[in-house]
T-cell receptor, first 113, second 114 residues
Framework: AQTVTQSQPEMSVQEAETVTLSCTYD???????LFWYKQPPSRQMILVIR??????QNATENRFSVNFQKAAKSFSLKISDSQLGDTAMYFC??????????FGKGTKLTVNP | DVKVTQSSRYLVKRTGEKVFLECVQD?????MFWYRQDPGLGLRLIYF???????EKGDIPEGYSVSREKKERFSLILESASTNQTSMYLC?????????????FGAGTRLSVL
């Protein structure tokens, strides 16, 4: 069974700085998707970024980018120029050959003014 | 924009009650999901449905059942609520194609069982 590990339960960063959230996963599949979802306080979960495993190029969405290392089974999220609105729980998720997502336990990120 | 609506943000129920959590999506998505979210445990899949009247158990189905009579609506049922089912419940939906596998979430229902 696939597992997703987020080793940092909590992190903090100063506004305008850069922060990297870690995620590792375990799978024997070759084709899969990886996701980062964001859950702001008392608000609903939204997709931040998605990576397809067969694409070597790292996905980017504005200030958010990933470092996808397939051989190492690592999928970290980098947030540049952190903003107060980036304060949230961040979940890494894996999707293999089914419609189901496997989530990590989350990283609580606080952006300090 | 995709909209996933959960009928209640907060619910308080008594032990032994039958509880219905409702979820509706407005984008004709094939797949719908129910997750449970607990601090330090992340999201765990309870059940999901890939078509009307079709369902599949997730990782923690015990004590729960689901119903999907219409494509847009997916209900989670707690047959006899217990205190250990106090949690945040999240509903999600997705289109279901390999390239359209993004899940869209509702705002969540925080259930307290007393």
């Amino acid at each position: 069974a696939q597992t997703v590990t987020q080793s940092q339960p909590e992190m903090s960063v100063q506004e305008a700085e850069t922060v990297t959230l870690s995620c590792t996963y375990d799978t024997s599949e070759n084709n899969y998707y990886l996701f980062w979802y964001k859950q702001p306080p008392s608000r609903q979960m939204i997709l931040v970024i998605r990576q397809e495993a067969y694409k070597q190029q790292n996905a980017t969405e504005n200030r958010f980018s990933v470092n996808f290392q397939k051989a190492a089974k690592s999928f970290s999220l980098k947030i540049s120029d952190s903003q107060l609105g980036d304060t949230a729980m961040y979940f890494c998720a894996f999707q293999g050959g089914s419609e189901k997502l496997v989530f990590g336990k989350g990283t609580k990120l606080t952006v300090n003014p | 924009d995709v909209k996933v609506t959960q009928s209640s943000r907060y619910l308080v129920k008594r032990t032994g009650e039958k509880v219905f959590l409702e979820c509706v999506q407005d984008m004709d998505h094939e797949n719908m999901f129910w997750y449970r979210q607990d601090p330090g445990l992340g999201l765990r899949l309870i059940y999901f449905s890939y078509d009307v009247k079709m369902k599949e158990k997730g990782d923690i189905p015990e004590g729960y059942s689901v119903s999907r009579e219409k494509k847009e609506r997916f209900s989670l049922i707690l047959e006899s609520a217990s205190t250990n089912q106090t949690s945040m419940y999240l509903c999600a939906s997705s289109l279901g194609l390999p390239a359209k596998n993004i899940q869209y979430f509702g705002a969540g229902t925080r259930l307290s069982v007393l």
